[in-house]
């Protein structure tokens, strides 16, 4: 059974950083590109950012300059460094898998999905 599960969320004040782990189990994912995704309240999830299996990666304009996304192959892992958080970065955060090695925008692209991490940015 394939399972993702987030960790490292929580509440930090704006300027501060967070780093956000998923760990993969059920199958190995190093063929598909991984990403990460986030969600306000009262509004759809949004693309955060992606990493294909070469390590090349892409984000939303949003957190560029401010976000790095990583993965580790061997141990079925992906990562998400936040620095200089901002207030509307308040929100739930996922973690998912492509469907392929692409790395793709939309959420309809990923076939699978964590459960969600709150982080939350006090200003």
Known sequence: QVQLVESGGGLVQAGGSLRLSCAASGRTFSSYAMGWFRQHPGKEREFVAAIRPSGDSTYADSVK????????????????????????????????VSWTSMAYYTAAEYRYWGQGTQVTVSS
């Open 65 to 96: 300059g401010r976000f790095t996304i990583s993965r580790d192959n061997s141990k079925n892992m992906e990562y998400l460094q936040m620095n200089s958080l901002k207030p509307e970065d308040t929100a739930v955060y996922y973690c998912a």
